[in-house]
Structures are given as C-alpha cells and as structure tokens.
C-alpha cells in the first residue's frame, strides 16, 4: 500500500477548528433504531431503521417538517416483520435496511442488507431497491446474489459514481469487501475481497468513556469496511473499517471487474489514521468528515490529520451523515451502546435522534 499525500476532491489547506465551534441542532426524535440518512437536493429527508435488537414497524420513512414520520415509498413495502418472516416475500420487501442514498439522479436508493439482527442473511433479502423521488414509486430493484451476499456479509453503505452509473457498497460483515454494482445490468462483483485493508483491525479496542464497550459474553464490536466516501469528481473511493483506525484510498477505474485483487491491493492508499468511525461524508466542498462514536463527536480531515469540529454528549454513536443544498450536515445518532447487545435488560427498541450542524467553512 502506498501512502497518499495529496487527497483527490479534499480541501487540505485547513485551519484549526476549536471544539465546539459548530452547534448541533436537534432535528427528529424516534422511537426506534434509526441508523441511515438522506436529504434530497430540494429539502426532503428520509431515515431507515434497521431490525437489529427489534421487529421494527417501520424500515424507511420519510421525516416531514414537524418530525412525524410516512412509510416510504409506501406501506406496502415496509410491511415485513421477522414474525411474518414466513408469509411475505422478501424480494418485494424491506428485509433489514441499512442505509438510504440518493444518486444525484433523481432516485432514493435502498440499502437491504437482509440480515435481521446483523446474523443470518435470508436468502434472497440482499438487495438494492431504486426509488423514483419524482413518483414516489420502486423503479427497480436488484438482488445481491449469493456468491457477491456472501453468508456472513452485511451490506452497509453506497455511494455512486457521479454518473450514477456504478454503485459501492461496503460489507462490514465477517468477510469484509467493496461490493460494485453496475446498476444498469445489475451485475455485481467483490472487490479487495479478504484483503487487510476491509477487514477488521484485531489491534484496536472499542472504548467509550474509558472502558472497552463489549457485550456480556465480552465480545466487542467487529465490523469490517463501514464508512465510505467518493471524490466529488468520482475518481477516488474512501473507506474505513469500524473496528479500524485507517482511512484508505482507491483510485475508482481499478474497481472494474476485470481487474484482479492483487493489482488493487498495491494500489490501495493509506490517506490517515484516524480512529473508530462509522460515518463518512465527502462535502460538496471537498471536505472528508467522519464520525468518531467513542468521543461523541463528528471531525474532519485536515491534510493527513484529524481535527474535531464538535462534541456533543448528545451524540450516542453518530452513526451516518447527508449533506443538504445549503451545505447542512445531518448526523443520525443510533446509541449502539445502549442496546441490549451492550447493555443487558435494555429495551428492544430504543429512542433516538438525528441532529444537523452548518459547517462554519
């Protein structure tokens, strides 16, 4: 792996920002596990609600202005339960929605990991569900097959080529990869399938308010690549493993298929180190921010540095970030560490929040 000096689509002449120089606003509270976040170039803004620690009611939803929230697109496909797991196809619905990103295009695309409880996948669940924001309609939907969904994966989070031509999605699961998808097509391919750069770093220790977060049996949170980022030109892909302290870099053209592993794993970068982070969002300004769950906080890149631009008590594990056409940044904060994989007796659902910010430059 080489070292990158010059970030492609990062502003890098930054100067310091002091703590707490940008204040959170409070935007929506929920009553159930949200994790994922979009906002649409004309204001409008949808959250989903995966089905980790519950049988959520709801798994995508768009948030009006007084908070409240409407099935989207519909009611119909937020209908399945892990109760009714028998009775409702799972290609038609929503099975375990991870994440919610528009393309640019005019569409709201789906993330369905397809794995209640972050365990089993359902065979046939993993999947891409493309919604028209004109009609409010499903206009596609394309399955992740087996060989790509592998048994142990867990889709995470996408981001798309500025053509909205390619798609990549993150598995954070037991084997971690780069997930592309030719949306046209359909078809999809693993790439750095396995390599040290996807995969969990045993080295590093979760830890929040000094003690290693862990559940009863001592287990630790270990997710491979979560966050991810592209270049505002759609040059360069970003990510990073959750349980990781490096930010890595590619360059997107050595992300086709009919390249193999070993050449891209030579050209992996390594942009920074860093620390626990979940969320990534590259600004239309071409700044990298990133949530840090172990600090409460949301920082940024500053060159191959990290700065903090806010601490938030209030911020139980910033989970995902959007940006709207006024530059607002949106943060979900998903309290990971006050669910009952953490904190035994805890209830099923639990009650959380997404806030915004306005970066100061």
């Not at 499903?138 to 889709?155: E, F, H, M």
């Not at 750095?192 to 630790?220: A, E, H, I």
């Not at 560490?337 to 639990?350: R, V």
Request: net charge neutral; with cysteine; proline share 6%.
């Amino acid at each position: 792996m080489k070292t990158l000096h010059l970030l492609a689509g990062i502003a890098v002449a930054f100067a310091t920002v002091p703590a707490g120089a940008e204040t959170l606003k409070p935007v929506a509270t929920f009553d159930h596990q949200v994790t994922g976040v979009a906002v649409t170039a004309d204001g409008r803004r949808f959250v989903n609600f995966p089905r980790w620690t519950e049988d959520a009611p709801l798994s995508v939803a768009e948030v009006a202005k007084d908070g409240s929230l409407r099935a989207y697109p519909d009611a119909r496909w937020n209908e399945w339960r892990n109760a009714r797991a028998g009775e409702l196809a799972v290609a038609g619905h929503f099975v375990c929605v991870q994440s919610i990103v528009p393309d640019g295009q005019g569409n709201l695309w789906v993330v369905d990991a397809g794995a209640p409880g972050n365990e089993k996948i359902l065979e046939g669940a993993p999947k891409l569900v493309k919604i028209s924001l004109a009609t409010n309609t499903v206009s596609k939907v394309i399955a992740i097959p087996g060989d790509v969904a592998l048994q142990g994966t867990y889709l995470n989070d996408i981001r798309f080529s500025p053509d909205g031509a390619t798609a990549y999605i993150t598995d954070s699961g037991t084997r971690g990869a780069i997930i592309v998808v030719d949306l046209a097509s359909g078809r999809s391919w693993r790439a750095l399938d396995g390599s040290p750069t996807t995969q969990v770093d045993k080295t590093v220790k979760v830890m929040l308010d000094g003690k290693p977060l862990r559940r009863p049996d001592g287990r630790q949170p270990m997710f491979a690549a979560d966050g991810i980022a592209i270049s505002n030109d759609g040059k360069t892909l970003y990510w990073q493993a959750l349980t990781g302290q490096t930010l890595y870099a590619i360059d997107t053209a050595l992300l086709r298929e009919s390249v193999g592993d070993t050449d891209r794993q030579r050209a992996v970068k390594v942009v920074a180190r860093t620390q626990v982070t979940d969320g990534i969002w590259m600004s239309k300004t071409g700044a990298l921010y990133l949530t840090s769950p172990t600090d409460y906080s949301i920082k940024r890149l500053n060159g191959a540095k990290v700065e903090t631009v806010l601490t938030d008590r209030r911020l139980r594990w910033p989970d995902t970030m959007a940006e709207g056409a006024d530059g607002t940044l949106y943060v979900t904060a998903s309290h990971i560490q006050d669910s009952m994989w953490f904190k035994p007796g805890a209830p099923p659902a639990l009650r959380t929040e997404l806030f915004s910010f306005t970066p100061t430059r």
